[in-house]
């Protein structure tokens, strides 16, 4: 087995991981009101639940069709809402299944670094707001995130794909260089753009030729 195989399992397995961690914690706060009698705190938090199945789930379910890259998505979505930020969701066709490791892999690691660059450049930032989007148009998976962060030029944002260049001091700028090498490993391409009004817009597209996938696609 080929080493981006093996980094590929071990993305799958972190990601399940994280998204049964995510489910346990549910059970234990459903259980304690149970057992705590707290019915209709358990009843609000069921029903906050289900607004966040109906919204997010339902939606990422339906547009990206793998049940570990949903699991793992939502997860880095919980977390970033846990700080105080809003997600939108956007997109108008579905992800294939995508069976090929070393693309899993690197679809993982542009999800979870470009959330987590954009969550940390709104720490600072009022009325935080991060849109994503999801697509496919045929040919390459689109993936894109945006936010409403502080105002940067087109030049300083050229400068944070080369290794180790950072907004965030020295030895932080790792994560959106492994972004671009990964992406370009696959023949992608992975773009930092300066948004007109403010904020950021990270754009990575992944070609799907040559790679095995499932193109039943459920709408």
Not at 62 to 84: A, E, F, I, S, T
Not at 134 to 160: F, H, M, S, T
Request: glycine letters at 8%; charged letters at 25%.
């Amino acid at each position: 087995m080929r080493l981006d195989q093996l980094s590929g399992i071990k993305s799958y397995a972190e990601a399940l991981r994280m998204h049964t961690h995510e489910f346990m914690n549910k059970l234990h706060v459903v259980s304690a009101m149970v057992h705590t009698e707290s019915y209709d705190e358990l009843q609000t938090y069921i029903k906050t639940i289900s607004t966040y199945y109906q919204e997010d789930v339902g939606w990422i379910s339906r547009h990206l069709n793998d049940p570990v890259l949903v699991g793992y998505l939502l997860n880095k979505l919980n977390m970033v809402k846990n700080n105080g930020i809003e997600i939108s969701l956007t997109g108008e066709s579905s992800w294939p299944v995508v069976k090929e490791p070393k693309l899993l892999n690197v679809l993982i690691t542009v999800i979870g670094n470009s959330l987590d660059n954009a969550s940390e450049a709104l720490s600072t930032i009022k009325n935080p707001k991060i849109i994503v989007t999801i697509d496919y148009d045929g040919e390459n998976i689109l993936w894109k995130v945006r936010d409403n962060g502080a105002k940067i030029a087109q030049e300083k944002l050229d400068q944070l794909l080369d290794k180790g260049n950072s907004t965030k001091g020295s030895e932080r700028g790792y994560g959106m260089y492994l972004m671009l090498t990964s992406t370009e490993e696959v023949g992608g391409e992975l773009k930092l753009l300066a948004n007109n009004d403010e904020g950021v817009t990270l754009r990575a597209e992944l070609p799907l030729q040559g790679v095995e996938y499932d193109k039943r696609i459920n709408h």
